[in-house]
């Protein structure tokens, strides 16, 4: 039978519908097999072998497709003429041996058929692979990435899981405020599980860290991955939009499930202003649809489902994100960010410095000059001085050291990156604070003298 029938279609077609199904590609070959289009069902199998190797209904079928039409096998070879069969118990009976019959094991046939070193049953599997090597072309990649999740090909996540880092907030420099409201928020209750039960504190949680850039955001959210002990997954706007419709929603999706399945894990969703900015400024059905399907991972399936999920996003314009993702059960808490204090810089110039060649360093009064800069600003400092003498030494030929003077120099060569991010925050602040929301920035304002 040359062509298909109508089962046979409809099996290729659920075939290239889940290319991965093992039984049901075997189940295709049986039907090919029965229709007498064995170089089909090699094939087929061919396929299912490569995802199933030691798959022994596949093996079998592979020997049954390989081997010669029965009309082409040898003959079986008569019985002897000392031999009658025993018409009742089909034993053979040796005339000459009086009435005692002997049975026939056919241990002897079995091993002259198959020989010292043959494989088992008397099947080349490597003659066999040799002849279906052609068909199928070789796989490249042992485990195709998806988001199922498991081991198996097709089972891996597609996005990026980190492991716990060694990052710690103990490496977070100052920031003694920083660091207590998400002691309060994550960790003591992780560390205390008897409390956290006796006081009815879920592990689900949600933390918003805005504030100027360059101020850590980011820093902090590895740290407190590395304290929770939990895996990290950075998600920007970049892996979640997509130009086709659907697929952004799709994809906001599959990181959520990915995470419940890597739990204990922080999502970090940076520019939240871009995942989540308000709707009602969005004319983009797209963008509005990607905001709807943050809102639905955020709240969970049911109660239990992003336990040991914790989120964290960072903005540098929490007003702009949408009033929904802030409600009480998602991004609920907030957490201003603000340029690192003297004991922060001081951590921040070390770290900056200490790889490179430097004399006569005072560090502080590098600290007291330099209040108002960013970590980012920070290191650029650290950046230009180092330049500068690097310019110095090939001008006069003389490799000199990184003093003091090079980094006063570049201190005061710097501007405060945070300046203009200050100036649109203190017409919110003074303008926009319903309900509270920026208390703690209309004090950091206060105690600047900036409002």
């Known amino acids: 039978m040359s062509e298909d029938t109508p089962l046979i279609q409809s099996m290729r077609a659920a075939v290239q519908a889940t290319p991965g199904d093992v039984a049901l590609r075997l189940h295709l070959a049986e039907l090919l097999l029965d229709a007498g289009q064995a170089a089909g069902a090699v094939a087929e199998v061919a396929v299912a072998l490569q995802h199933a190797p030691d798959h022994a209904q596949a093996r079998q079928l592979m020997a049954r497709a390989i081997a ?3 009309a082409a096998q040898a003959p079986a070879p008569s019985p002897a003429p000392s031999q009658v069969a025993a018409p009742d118990t089909g034993q053979a009976v040796n005339p000459t041996a009086g009435a005692h019959p002997t049975t026939n094991t056919g241990q002897a046939a079995n091993t002259d058929a198959a020989g010292p070193g ?10 066999a692979e040799n002849e279906v090597g052609d068909v199928v072309p070789p796989r490249f990649v042992e485990a195709p990435l998806t988001v199922d999740g498991s081991g198996d090909p097709g089972d891996a996540d597609a996005w990026e899981v980190a492991a716990p880092g060694t990052v710690r907030l103990a490496d977070v420099g100052g920031m003694r405020d920083v660091k207590e409201r998400l002691e309060a928020a994550f960790l003591a209750p992780l560390r205390n599980p008897e409390l956290r039960k006796l006081y009815g504190k879920s592990l689900r949680g949600g933390l918003l860290l805005y504030g100027p850039p360059g101020c850590g955001k980011t820093f ?4 407190v991955a590395g304290e929770l002990g939990a895996n990290f997954l950075s998600v920007s706007v970049n892996d979640v ?3 086709w419709i659907g697929n952004s929603e799709r994809n906001m999706h599959e990181i959520f499930q990915t995470a419940r399945r890597q739990a204990p894990c922080v999502v970090f969703l940076d520019e939240l202003d871009a995942l989540g900015g308000k709707r009602s400024r969005t004319q983009h059905s797209g963008m509005r649809n990607t905001v709807n399907q943050l809102l639905t991972e955020l709240d969970g399936v049911d109660a239990t489902a992003n336990e040991g999920v914790f989120v ?3 903005t540098n314009v929490p ?3 949408d009033i929904a993702l802030r409600r009480p059960g998602r991004l609920d808490r907030t957490l201003l960010v603000l340029p690192p204090d ?6 921040i110039l070390r770290y900056h410095l200490k790889d490179r060649p430097i004399e006569s360093v005072d560090l502080g ?5 330099t209040d108002g800069l960013s970590g980012a600003d920070l290191a650029h400092v650290c950046e230009a001085a180092a330049e500068h003498a690097l310019l110095d030494s090939a001008r006069t030929g003389t490799v000199r050291l990184i003093n003091m003077a090079d980094l006063l120099r570049a201190a005061k060569a710097v501007a405060p990156s945070t300046e203009p991010w200050f100036a649109t925050a203190r017409n919110v602040a003074m303008y926009a604070n319903e309900g509270g929301t920026y208390d703690d920035l209309v004090a950091y304002l206060k105690r600047k003298r900036k409002l």
């Not at 902090?220 to 740290?223: F, G, Q, S």
């Not at 009064?365 to 000059?369: A, D, G, T």
């Open 68 to 70: 010669p039409p029965p």
């Open 342 to 347: 003297a004991p922060a810089r001081e951590a």
């Open 312 to 314: 964290l996003a960072a």
């Open 118 to 127: 043959a494989p088992r049953g008397g099947f080349d599997w490597q003659a």
């Open 241 to 243: 939009l997509d130009m």
């Open 319 to 321: 007003w702009d994100v």
């Open 220 to 223: 902090i959210a590895r740290a």
């Open 365 to 369: 009064k590098l600290v007291k000059i």
